[in-house]
């Protein structure tokens, strides 16, 4: 059976969904095979928590196959609804390393009850339970006292005891930032002196509504705007029930502001307001009693409106009365509150001691995500400062927020400040810890020209070429590496690899000994990494340059903890062929052996030779690297990208670069359809990159 984990709540509105993500990422890290488990649940199809859990787990699972059973199962016959939960479990559950199992949400049976039934089936699921209790009274109004939570936790441990389950941890949710501190203390006694317990505070942007659950809550729909940004939070509510001279102090940032349909001068006035610089940026518009403005005046507020306004058939009173009761929910599609859940998380569980609690060891599986974690761990260790130069791209944005709320890195975006931060703002990114800098702005423009003609009056560039040339982005951001003001850069989600790379070469140039610049893939199958070179960059190397591309290959597996073993592919194994295309790998190893005798290295050798140990104990016995090859280096750019996209495709790989390897500072260059997660993993790559650059520079 798997380590299993049950995370159960003595009530509902705990935050449960976000002490559960942090925690399943927390168990990314550590265990191969996560998976996650919901023994209740309204239906598979309609469950956001288990949707958002499922986005983390290390396990490939259809939501169906998660579920054990529903309320209305539980409240007809509770031992039958026990007893087909324990058998999904376990047809489930037996291939996993570890599973997350998230007890019911108090939706739809008493609370005594479900507190007890959830305490069964950890029982009877022979799991370690993480308690969670809420810091806030459950009618939603105001916070706990810490001897308000102590009386909660006394009753809900009592229930726990009394069914035998096995309680590893308690963490309080959502805690009064100034009762948080006697918690812990409190609690202590009535777990037990071993179990820790734990007090997260109340991070108001996570219970935040968005305005798609507000609009939701008072039955209105977009009319005019960006339909896109209803995903940002409503932090207020603003009724504008007075004259527009009395209504624009009361402006506060995120605030929805609900008024009648037909005041179209306050519309007007709310709208330029919030495209002022000197106003707050609001989430909305809400109009009541189903009106909206007359064509002519529509017509004018769609030249000044970005910002969503929506309609409701409802009156002024009833929607503010639906709007204030509408709830936040963190869930798959807000990957932002996501990262700001996990942080919180971090930040306030001992991991380490909950763990040893929870008596969860490590896996020797090296899986996608634990890769992935590995990565934003390592950087997060010793911070880096990255330029992101495509400062207009939403997916560079919503990768700085999460970046910069994960404590990946430091950041600087390039573009201009307003236009950066007024953009964030609409999206809902919180980028008050980023860097903006306009390319076209002095003194740093007259320097960087300054620089760039000076490294570059070989080729005759004079200062006043220089000076249009360094205000292009990819220009300006390496400059800002180049000249020490930032540790890497990564680009490309909205330009070439050419206009990336570009000023690298001219600027930044080849670390010493390295002759060429390459790259690498790093492809995290099911349960293990290999890095694969070149797949963007060399065409058609030569043996010297094959010879520099695994030695720069090898030597990125092992700051990416890879022990390198390098296979160096062909179409042949060993002295079975013979040819020009054979006898060039044949050189390149032989070049390898030369210049680095340290590594393992065998070619030429075919790919199955390499990876497969029962094929290389046939072609090639006793290699130390055939069958257990982590490096392949492929002869060409074509053999190379086509079979890192087949394997990503057919084995469903997470294909993390390209990683540019060679340069004397790390650059690094983004496929123009990268997702937002791939724009995160690469500036964690590209911060590890810059620390190992330190460790070589500080070492004697």
Same mark, same amino acid.
């Given at each position: 059976m798997p380590q299993t984990i049950y995370l159960a709540s003595a009530e509902g509105h705990t935050g449960k969904s976000a002490v559960a993500v942090g925690l399943l990422e927390a168990l990314g890290r550590r265990i191969g095979r996560v998976g996650v488990f919901r023994p209740v649940s309204r239906s598979a199809e309609g469950d956001y928590v288990l949707d958002l859990l499922l986005a983390h787990a290390t396990v490939p699972i259809d939501a169906a196959d998660a579920v054990g059973t529903t309320y209305e199962a539980v409240h007809h016959d509770p031992d039958a609804a026990l007893a087909v939960i324990i058998e999904r479990f376990r047809a489930v559950a037996d291939g996993w390393d570890a599973v997350l199992v998230v007890g019911s949400d108090y939706t739809d049976v008493g609370t005594p009850t479900e507190l007890r039934f959830n305490a069964r089936v950890a029982a009877n699921l022979g799991a370690a339970v993480v308690l969670v209790l809420g810091g806030r009274r459950s009618s939603g109004r105001g916070g706990r006292t810490a001897y308000e939570v102590e009386q909660v936790a006394e009753i809900a441990l009592g229930e726990f005891r009394g069914e035998h389950a096995d309680l590893a941890a308690v963490i309080v949710n959502r805690a009064d930032p100034d009762e948080r501190a006697a918690m812990p203390a409190l609690i202590a006694p009535h777990a037990g002196g071993d179990v820790p317990v734990f007090a997260v505070p109340e991070d108001r942007a996570l219970v935040a509504p968005s305005l798609a659950t507000v609009l939701a809550a008072a039955g209105a729909q977009v009319a005019q705007g960006d339909v896109s940004l209803t995903d940002r939070n409503v932090d207020a509510t603003v009724v504008a029930a007075m004259t527009l001279e009395n209504l624009l102090p009361r402006l506060v940032p995120g605030a929805l502001v609900v008024m009648p349909g037909d005041r179209v001068d306050t519309l007007a006035g709310v709208l330029l307001a919030h495209a002022s610089p000197a106003f707050p940026s609001l989430t909305g518009v809400l109009l009541t009693g189903g009106l909206m403005p007359p064509p002519n005046a529509a017509r004018l507020l769609d030249g000044i409106a970005t910002l969503p306004i929506a309609r409701t058939e409802l009156g002024t009173y009833e929607a503010v009365t639906a709007v204030s009761g509408a709830r936040g929910l963190l869930a798959a599609e807000s990957p932002q509150k996501t990262a700001d859940a996990i942080a919180l998380f971090d930040a306030h569980v001992d991991v380490d001691r909950l763990f040893a609690a929870l008596r969860v060891h490590a896996s020797n599986v090296v899986t996608p995500l634990m890769f992935e974690y590995g990565l934003l761990a390592r950087a997060r260790a010793d911070r880096r400062h990255i330029v992101l130069p495509e400062g207009d791209d939403d997916r560079v944005l919503e990768a700085a927020g999460i970046v910069l709320a994960r404590g990946i890195a430091d950041i600087t975006l390039l573009g201009n400040e307003v236009a950066v931060r007024s953009r964030a703002l609409a999206l809902g990114i919180d980028l008050g810890h980023a860097r903006v800098v306009n390319p076209f702005a002095e003194p740093l423009r007259e320097r960087f020209a300054e620089v760039y003609a000076r490294e570059r009056a070989h080729r005759a560039v004079s200062l006043e070429l220089a000076r249009d040339t360094v205000t292009d982005v990819s220009y300006f951001g390496t400059l800002m590496v180049h000249e020490g003001m930032a540790d890497g850069m990564v680009s490309g989600a909205a330009h070439t690899t050419a206009h990336t790379i570009r000023p690298a070469f001219e600027l930044i140039r080849t670390a010493p000994g390295v002759s060429v610049v390459s790259s690498?893939?790093?492809?995290?199958?099911?349960?293990?990494?290999?890095?694969?070179?070149?797949?963007?960059?060399? *065409?058609?190397?030569?043996?010297?340059?094959?010879?520099?591309?695994?030695?720069?290959?090898?030597?990125?597996?092992?700051?990416?903890?890879?022990?390198?073993?390098?296979?160096?592919?062909?179409?042949?194994?060993?002295?079975?062929?013979?040819?020009?295309?054979?006898?060039?790998?044949?050189?390149? $190893?032989?070049?390898?052996?030369?210049?680095? *005798?340290?590594?393992?290295?065998?070619?030429?050798?075919?790919?199955?030779?390499?990876?497969? *140990?029962?094929?290389?104990?046939?072609?090639? *016995?006793?290699?130390?690297?055939?069958?257990?090859? $982590?490096?392949?280096?492929?002869?060409?750019? !074509? $053999?190379?990208? !086509?079979?890192?996209?087949?394997?990503?495709?057919?084995? !469903?790989?997470?294909?993390?670069?390209?990683?540019?390897?060679?340069? !004397?500072?790390?650059?690094?260059?983004?496929s123009r359809g990268a997702l937002v997660r791939d724009i995160v993993n690469t500036i964690a790559i590209t911060a590890i990159q810059a620390q190992g650059r330190r460790v070589r520079r500080e070492q004697p």
């Open positions: 690498v893939f790093l492809m995290a199958l099911a349960d293990r990494v290999l890095v694969y070179g070149d797949c963007a960059v060399i *065409p058609d190397p030569t043996s010297e340059q094959l010879a520099d591309i695994a030695i720069s290959a090898a030597g990125t597996a092992a700051q990416f903890g890879i022990e390198p073993r390098v296979a160096m592919l062909s179409y042949s194994t060993g002295t079975s062929g013979s040819g020009a295309d054979v006898e060039k790998v044949r050189a390149a $190893t032989a070049l390898v052996r030369e210049r680095a *005798p340290e590594l393992l290295v065998e070619g030429p050798i075919q790919y199955d030779a390499a990876a497969d *140990p029962a094929v290389a104990a046939a072609k090639m *016995p006793g290699s130390p690297v055939a069958g257990r090859a $982590t490096v392949f280096v492929f002869p060409d750019l !074509n $053999t190379g990208n !086509n079979t890192y996209k087949a394997v990503q495709r057919s084995s !469903n790989a997470l294909a993390i670069g390209p990683v540019l390897q060679g340069l !004397n500072k790390p650059i690094n260059d983004l």
